[in-house]
């Protein structure tokens, strides 16, 4: 349990996909203009990581793996399929993109009027894939540290996104030399607010 | 074709010219930022960079366009994805067995091509309505302009950072003895983001075209 939750915490603070690994960055510029919007693109973001990177998870661990098919039959222990990883790890968040955004219109019509039109943006959001990325190249022993570092990560990057949002409605009303508005200033206060993350660094619980 | 244009006219150069500094990809599209800002610690792995999404994105761009008319307009974007997910695999088993050193370096950024906006972008804006040869040439251009940022960056960051540039050292010793020191803080991501804040700034006070409104 300790050790989950050590998961839970470096996912958000110390490797946060924003501020380490600048994942999701085109997404997060684009959409941090008011805290609202911001807040519904990260609540979608950490709805598909927590359940992407399960799946994922299992089809690195029971298909793709080296060795990974050998509960079939002991004959295939020599079968690596990992080339094969980026096409199916896009194919699956594709797919539960997909099936994510009908079972939300299906059960929960006023939760899907709020990330409805985030949803298949998400496909293309690379915080999505780069969590299942790093969860292969991290190399997670149950399918419960790879849950709980999705989840993490997605709460990192819609922790990231509010405090960006938050800033920027302030900097509407401040005085910014006119070539640096708008992109330019985003750019350097994502990169002060990096510095101040990285005081987490090293962190262990 | 009755009024057939020639292969380089005025009109298809500017698809190469024009995103290297009024329309580039990163500091006015804004796409493709995430690998922009992570793989520029030196300036070896961003040239690599470059050269992987010049290859994805011109294929892909031909591709898509060749196709552009068979297919059916729900589902392009699963079919664009799967197109740029194989010359990434083509892309990566290539760094694997060629510059296997980098390609440690660059680790999941190779993979995360697949998601580049920068890609997808340019398949939805351009290869989806356009010629397969003119979207060749604006994948190139895209390329190049991403590849210039990329790389005036990590210049900058290795000069500073490291005190070298392509691995060899170019700050003399005599430097040192006098009390410089590399500026760690320049290989962390976050100059990184200053960095590129900085680049928009000198741009745009250069093009007040580019400046916002807000």
Not at chain 1, 144 to 158: K, M, N, P, Q
Request: glycine share 6%.
């Amino acid at each position: 349990m300790e050790h989950l939750f050590n998961i839970f915490v470096k996912s958000i603070f110390v490797d946060n996909l924003i501020f380490s690994t600048f994942l999701g960055m085109c997404s997060y510029l684009a959409v941090s203009k008011t805290v609202k919007t911001a807040t519904g693109l990260g609540i979608a973001v950490v709805f598909v990581l927590t359940i992407t990177v399960p799946v994922n998870y299992l089809l690195e661990n029971y298909i793709l793996k080296q060795g990974a098919l050998s509960w079939i039959d002991s004959s295939f222990k020599d079968v690596d399929l990992s080339f094969l990883s980026f096409i199916m790890f896009i194919a699956v968040i594709a797919s539960m993109v997909q099936l994510v955004e009908m079972i939300i219109e299906k059960y929960s019509p006023t939760l899907y009027n709020q990330l409805g039109i985030f949803l298949p943006l998400i496909a293309v959001n690379c915080a999505i894939l780069g969590g299942s990325l790093f969860m292969q190249q991290k190399q997670f022993n149950t399918i419960s540290e790879a849950t709980v570092y999705g989840f993490g990560s997605g709460i990192g990057w819609l922790f990231a996104i509010i405090t960006l949002a938050a800033i920027r409605e302030k900097l509407t009303y401040s005085n910014i030399p006119a070539p640096l508005k708008g992109l330019g200033i985003t750019f350097i206060v994502t990169g002060l607010m990096a510095l101040a993350f990285m005081g987490f660094m090293g962190i262990k619980l | 074709m009755k009024n057939k244009e020639p292969v380089f006219s005025k009109n298809n150069l500017k698809l190469i010219t024009n995103p290297l500094s009024k329309d580039n990809p990163i500091t006015v599209q804004v796409l493709g930022i995430c690998s922009a800002l992570a793989v520029t610690v030196q300036i070896k792995p961003a040239v690599i960079m470059t050269f992987s999404v010049m290859f994805v994105l011109a294929l892909s761009n031909v591709l898509i366009s060749f196709l552009r008319k068979t297919i059916p307009s729900r589902i392009r974007i699963i079919v664009q994805l799967i197109i740029v997910a194989s010359l990434v695999i083509i892309v990566n088993e290539l760094l694997k067995a060629y510059f296997f050193d980098v390609s440690k370096q660059l680790s999941v950024f190779v993979g995360l091509i697949i998601t580049n906006c920068i890609i997808m972008g340019r398949l939805e804006a351009f290869a989806l309505t356009n010629k397969p040869w003119l979207a060749f040439l604006d994948g190139i251009g895209n390329a190049l302009g991403y590849g210039i940022i990329l790389i005036i960056v990590s210049f900058f960051r290795e000069l500073l950072g490291a005190g070298t540039i392509w691995g060899f050292h170019v700050i003399p010793e005599c430097f040192y003895q006098a009390g410089y020191e590399n500026n760690g803080l320049m290989i962390l991501p976050p100059m990184a983001l200053i960095t590129i804040g900085v680049i928009i700034w000198i741009q745009r006070s250069k093009n007040k075209n580019l400046i916002e409104e807000k």
